[in-house]
């Protein structure tokens, strides 16, 4: 059996492969932040909503509002398709991607220590 030789081709492969895995994990820690804060938001907004329309007659949106901010603030963070990309504070992917680096500066220093 023949072994395949070692190209570029083959390791920009196998990095394509752990960057999809990397994104598919990253994809569904996502999934969870926005379920759980979808499912969050149903009670808060309908009890801002409902205080609002009960105890605040001169601006009864005043709570509701601050809970869609809220909700929109987080989408923005979660940024669960990649539509915030090029927008500054920093997202849920840029967050992750700072970590991986970090972990991996630590990994090098630790390596590089020990020879």
Avoid: C
Avoid at 2 to 11: C, G, I, L, V, W
Avoid at 84 to 107: C, I, N, S, W, Y
């Amino acid at each position: 059996m023949t072994e395949k030789p070692d190209s570029d081709f083959s390791k920009q492969d196998d990095q394509t492969r752990w960057e999809m895995l990397s994104h598919l994990l990253v994809f569904q820690l996502k999934l969870i932040l926005d379920g759980l804060r979808d499912a969050a938001l149903i009670p808060i907004s309908i009890t801002a909503g409902l205080a609002g329309f009960f105890f605040r007659r001169e601006d009864p949106w005043l709570w509701y509002r601050e809970v869609l901010n809220w909700g929109r603030a987080t989408d923005h963070w979660i940024d669960l398709f990649d539509a915030h990309k090029d927008q500054t504070p920093p997202d849920f992917d840029e967050m992750v991607e700072r970590t991986k680096q970090r972990l991996d500066a630590g990994d090098s220093s630790r390596s590089g220590s020990s020879q």
